[in-house]
């Protein structure tokens, strides 16, 4: 039975400085104490750790897939045994631009769901403040998967605990 349920969502940027990866591993540690969900999407970085501590802890996790072969799929996992729940999104919509997009939005909606029956329910939002806030013309925009997922979780009532790498800065 879940009481209490926790959404991660992270900048993968976070994976390539050894430091922002150990602060955003204690961050997650942290926050999952207690947890008897995890709600995560399947990127690289935070979600990934998330669903390592999760699953070595024996509780239950609610992946979303938008890559391999359960794509579309939220997958459960109790150890290292895998078993789809239910399509999250129909297959048609795969090869949209807004696929990632429309993944947060299902997470949030589990989310807000589990509020609603009167779980106790947070998210976890990792951002990294080493994003510029500008991109300049010819440079790789980067995502933002993780304020995307933060406000729409915001506008669901849900309570959100965004933290940023470094301590201080701005995104």
């Known amino acids: 039975m879940v009481t209490r349920a926790l959404l991660v969502t992270g900048a993968r ?44 802890a024996l509780r239950r996790v609610e992946c979303y897939r ?53 779980h106790t329910v947070s998210v976890l939002a990792l951002l990294d403040g080493r994003k510029p806030a500008v991109v300049q013309p010819g440079e790789k925009r980067p995502t933002r998967g993780t304020e995307h997922t933060a406000r729409l979780a915001r506008d669901a009532g849900l309570t959100v605990d965004a933290q940023t790498w470094p301590k201080g800065a701005t995104t």
């Open 66 to 118: 938008t890559h391999g072969l359960n794509i579309g799929w939220v997958d459960t996992a109790h150890c290292e045994e895998w078993d789809r729940v239910r399509r999250w999104s129909p297959p048609r919509a795969i090869h949209s631009t807004r696929y990632p997009l429309d993944r947060n939005a299902a997470m949030v909606a589990t989310a807000r769901a589990n509020m609603l029956r009167g």
């Open 13 to 56: 940027s976070l994976a390539d400085d050894p430091a922002a990866e150990a602060w955003a591993r204690g961050k997650i540690a942290a926050a999952l104490v207690g947890v008897d969900l995890l709600i995560v999407g399947d990127a690289p970085g935070p979600d990934a750790w998330a669903c390592r501590i999760q699953r070595d």
